[in-house]
Every structure is written in C-alpha cells, then in structure tokens.
C-alpha cells in the first residue's frame, strides 16, 4: 500500500479496532505499509482475518483477531493473543463505532403534525433508550475500554500513542443522530483528559474527526439504489466547500503524522479535523 510519506515503525506493534471497516482497515494497511506488526480488532472475526491477510499478501505482518470492544473479559483475551504473537502494543487505534437506526430521528425539525406519531415517523419523543444507550456505549466505552486494557502495556515504552476516532458531530451536532453525535463529543472530551492522565507516563493521545466519507454503515443514508446520492448526501456535499466525499486514503497522512514521534511528539490532546472544509462553512 502505497502512503503518503513514509516513517520508520519496524519494531512496533500496532493494535487497530473496528479494523475490518473501510476507514480502519485503511488505518491497518497503512500502518504496516510502514514497518508495524499489526493486529487487526474487529467483532467479526471473518473481517479481521480479511484484512490481515490482505496486509501479509503486500509482505507486511499482521494477525486478525476476534474482539468485543464492549466486553472487557473479549479485550483481555485480545491482548493475550496480540502479546504473545506479535509483543506489547506501542500505538493504539480506537476505530471501533457506529450509529445504530433507534437511536436516530426520521425528521430534521419536529413539526406540531408529528406528535400524533404519523406511522414510520420517529420523533425526539420516540426514540429508543436502549438504542441511544448502544449507540453511546459503542462509541465511548468502546473507546475507553480498549485504552484501559491495552495502554497497560504501552507505560514507559518510547513512541506509544493511542489514537481516537472522533467525528465532526463532535463539533456540531448534526440533525437526527443525537446519540452518535452526543458519543462523539464524549470522544473528543475523553481525548483531551486521557491525554493530561497518561503525559507523565510518555502516552499521547490525540484524535482524528473525519468528516464525510462514504462507507458501509451510511452507505444506504448517503445513495440511492442506482448509485445517485440522496438528499441528505447532497445537503452534505452542498455544505462542504470541495463539494464531495472523502476517500478513506486521505486519512492516512493524519494518522502517520499523529503517530510518528518526530513529527508530533509533542502533539497532544488535539482533535484534528479531516473534514474537507466543512467545520469553516457558515451555510452562507
């Protein structure tokens, strides 16, 4: 895999979660591309392998493993295979996340007519506790969990970095997805405090906030059936002054950048906006 600069990661070990979605197992080519042994998280044990093997037919090293990134016993099980096959984990990717449909409004704007509760219309007032407690938790805790159990082995070691995945609802929330947005926000702020916590142990901890990129959980959200995109994809790319998507690549120079130690070594707490100039544009 060919990124954008090259920095030197032979001896380091790589954990990365989530890492058979697009975006995160970008983040695991990549990382191997430049000399880490990685070890590719994922809930489905069927992608992680995927992966992995992709990263080892290109001649890197890799491993895929099965991990519940709500489930401390599946991370603590993770960290055995990871630790004894591939050694300690020096960077850390908390890729892990996702919204989920019960915890997302069908509307932008309540209207008075709505509170009849109109069938298929899901209000503010509808939504499903327990899907914005999924939502929140996949995003958050999924984040806080894996940083428990891994960074252990990260304590003193030169070069050790967790990098976040946060989002730009952490900025501005967008209409319909409170919960992932509200998740969001609670990376980026857990970003900035794991930061201050870990400094005096030597691990930095920063976070990427991706703007718009077309995958497979918003796939249906952003495209029609016949490939054209939907309103909401066009609302987007109206409000995103290089009027289109980003390409899961145009992630890897950040990541590289927040986890090479001697271009941002002393980078920390920050959230670095990937957004193609969304965040800068008023509307107007």
Same mark, same amino acid.
């Given at each position: 895999?060919?990124?954008? &600069?090259?920095? %030197? @990661?032979?001896? $380091?070990?790589? !954990? *990365? =979660? ?92 309540? &209207?008075?007519? %709505? @509170?009849?509760? $109109?069938?298929? !219309? *899901? =209000? ?96 249906? @959200? ?63």
């Amino acid at each position: 895999m060919k990124t954008p &600069f090259n920095i %030197d @990661l032979k001896g $380091k070990v790589a !954990v *990365v =979660t989530g890492g058979g979605g697009i975006l995160c197992s970008g983040f695991a080519k990549a990382l191997a591309a430049n000399g880490a042994k990685v070890a590719v998280l994922d809930l489905r044990k069927e992608s992680a392998d995927k992966v992995a093997r992709e990263i080892t037919d290109e001649g890197g090293e890799a491993i895929g493993v099965e991990c519940n990134v709500l489930d401390i016993e599946s991370l603590k099980a993770a960290r055995e295979v990871v630790n004894s096959k591939l050694g300690p984990c020096d960077i850390l990717v908390n890729g892990a996340g996702g919204n989920h449909p019960k915890g997302t409004t069908s509307k932008d704007y309540l &209207f008075m007519e %709505d @509170l009849d509760n $109109k069938e298929g !219309v *899901v =209000t503010f007032f509808d939504l499903d506790p327990k899907g914005i407690e999924f939502v929140f938790n996949l995003n958050f805790i999924g984040t806080l969990l894996p940083s428990q159990v891994f960074s252990r082995d990260m304590i003193g070691r030169k070069g050790a970095v967790i990098i976040n995945i946060s989002s730009m609802n952490a900025f501005r929330p967008l209409t319909r997805i409170p919960a992932y947005s509200g998740a969001k926000a609670a990376v980026s702020n857990f970003t900035q405090w794991l930061a201050v916590h870990m400094a005096k142990v030597g691990i930095r901890v920063n976070a990427i906030a991706p703007g718009f990129f077309l995958t497979e959980q918003n796939r249906t @959200l952003l495209t029609n059936p016949d490939g054209s995109y939907t309103e909401r994809a066009n609302k987007i790319l109206n409000h995103t002054p290089m009027g289109r998507f980003g390409e899961a690549e145009e992630l890897i120079g950040t990541l590289l950048y927040l986890v090479d130690e001697g271009a941002s070594g002393f980078v920390n707490g920050v959230v670095i906006p990937v957004d193609g100039g969304f965040a800068a544009y008023s509307g107007v």
